[in-house]
């Protein structure tokens, strides 16, 4: 049985990293060390359901990112100061080469802590065995955190005063905040007066922090510990429990253990940041590889038909993404990491496909060995803009309400246009990929929507539209192109 019957016999996914069952939902601590990537999650060994939460660290390695082999769990909760989960963190490399992760505990007595481990041989290539010293917790859960939120420590950094420093989310007097912690020996830990972020009251948690430099012209990633300056910038990237992930660039300040945003109009409510995905991604962890000097995103995608018990697992990774700074320098921009194109096995369609699809038509790509793994690249021409709808201005700020009201089926001037994916032979179950144009003052706006609404016949599943507007110039490159990877 060749991989893909497998995944189709399973229902298993394809691109997206899945352990061989049970529950996984946060990336958790990715690193690449030693010439191999390792890839941490939370993990209920034990079942498919998050459970009573007592969760472990799965870990998994692999050489290129697209092939991954399971070892054994790197923390599971064992003592005092993790006896009810070992929930999420990160890992850092040490000077000397020494692996460490920072992690948060569910102790003894149900508080969240900040608790660290060791690789015990940092020349074993697999990393199999961590440590835990008795010195835990590293970090107590401070008196002024309500609620027992306090959780997530983010990757460390150095700054340039030697000193290493974490952020944790943590919810202070009802305000969800993420709080500086420092340390010359990674063991003893102060807090930083000013908290590194504060949200609003309607906000009181914030899930994994993340906290890393990016580059300002081109798209090279940068180590954690790249201070900022000339040339580097920052983001701040925040998980606010609606299962939506934010992000803001700024300066950050590392003397006073600051973030300044680049964008303060946007004000401290996360919600109304940047979006590293309009679709279903959450609690994403990004780390830095020398190997390809890039910064890599990993994030959680959790299903919604509660299938989990009859199947045998829940939980897959979204595809690794490269990301980097756009020119505008407030943005980000990601792509698949180039290893899956690896996976590319039979070619079909090209330039003898091109076609034309009449206006209301559609055709079938024929000869796709699998529907259950494609990697589809498209560019649609657009030949003629003149009778694209005009945008009533009051959906600039809800294109994802915009996508909802008009579906992929309600014509319009200029589309809609795009994919039907994991169709169904009577089209009744498929997923619309698509995009409209519409002229808005002396220009045009594309909107690009995902329809779930008809993706599933089952009871009980999401049936949305996620959808944004592009930031493309369709009337001076007169086509739109769209990569989709289906699996
Ligand atoms: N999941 C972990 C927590 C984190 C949450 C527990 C985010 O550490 O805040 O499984 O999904």
């Not at 990715?30 to 390792?38: A, C, R, T, V």
């Not at 948060?104 to 990393?127: H, I, R, S, Y």
């Not at 010293?133 to 420590?153: K, W």
């Not at 002396?442 to 089952?458: A, E, F, G, I, P």
Request: net charge negative; glycine share 10%.
């Amino acid at each position: 049985m060749n991989g893909i019957e497998q995944h189709r016999r399973d229902g298993r996914t394809a691109y997206h990293f899945q352990p061989a069952k049970n529950w996984q939902n946060d990336p958790n601590g990715p690193m690449y060390h030693n010439g191999m990537y390792h890839f941490f999650y939370q993990y209920n060994p034990h079942g498919p359901t998050w459970g009573s939460g007592k969760l472990s660290w799965g870990h998994s390695v692999s050489g290129d990112l697209v092939n991954w082999a399971a070892v054994e769990n790197a923390l599971d909760p064992t003592a005092d100061f993790d006896i009810n989960g070992c929930y999420s963190g990160s890992a850092t490399v040490l000077p000397g080469g020494r692996p460490a992760i920072l992690y948060t505990g569910k102790n003894a007595d149900n508080e969240q802590v900040q608790n660290v481990a060791f690789a015990k041989n940092p020349a074993d290539p697999l990393l199999c065995e961590w440590e835990k010293p008795s010195c835990n917790p590293v970090i107590p859960i401070p008196a002024d955190v309500t609620g027992n939120n306090f959780r997530d420590p983010t990757e460390a950094w150095r700054g340039r005063d030697g000193l290493w420093r974490v952020g944790v989310g943590a919810e202070v007097g009802g305000l969800g905040s993420v709080l500086v912690f420092r340390s010359a020996d990674f063991l003893r830990w102060e807090r930083n007066a000013a908290p590194l972020h504060v949200s609003s009251r309607d906000i009181p948690e914030l899930e994994c922090p993340d906290l890393f430099p990016v580059a300002e012209r081109g798209t090279e990633g940068l180590d954690v510990s790249t201070p900022g300056g000339a040339g580097v910038t920052h983001v701040l990237k925040l998980s606010d429990l609606a299962r939506e992930d934010h992000y803001m660039v700024g300066r950050y300040d590392d003397a006073a253990d600051t973030f300044v945003p680049a964008e303060p109009e946007r004000g401290v409510d996360c919600r109304s940041w940047r979006r590293f995905d309009h679709g279903h991604l959450y609690a994403s962890k990004s780390f830095y590889e020398a190997r390809k000097k890039r910064r890599v995103l990993w994030a959680w995608v959790d299903e919604t038909d509660g299938g989990g018990v009859g199947r045998g697992w829940a939980g897959i990774q979204a595809f690794p993404r490269a990301l980097w700074l756009d020119g505008d320098g407030k943005r980000l921009v990601q792509w698949p990491v180039e290893e899956i194109e690896t996976l590319r096995r039979n070619r079909v369609g090209g330039v003898e496909w091109a076609t034309e699809v009449e206006a209301g038509g559609r055709k079938e790509i024929a000869g796709i060995v699998s529907s259950q793994q494609a990697d589809v690249e498209v560019v649609f021409e657009i030949a003629n803009l003149e009778e694209a709808e005009t945008l009533d201005p009051k959906w600039l700020v809800d294109p994802r309400g915009l996508c909802a009201e008009k579906g992929a089926s309600v014509h319009g001037g200029v589309g809609p246009f795009g994919l039907l994916v994991m169709a169904s032979g009577d089209l009744e179950e498929h997923t619309a990929v698509f995009f409209r144009v519409f002229r808005h003052l002396d220009t045009y706006k594309v909107l690009m929507c995902t329809d779930l609404t008809q993706s599933s016949r089952k009871e009980g599943v999401l049936k949305t539209s996620y959808g944004a507007f592009l930031d493309v110039d369709v009337e001076k490159d007169k086509f739109i192109s769209l990569r989709t990877l289906v699996s």
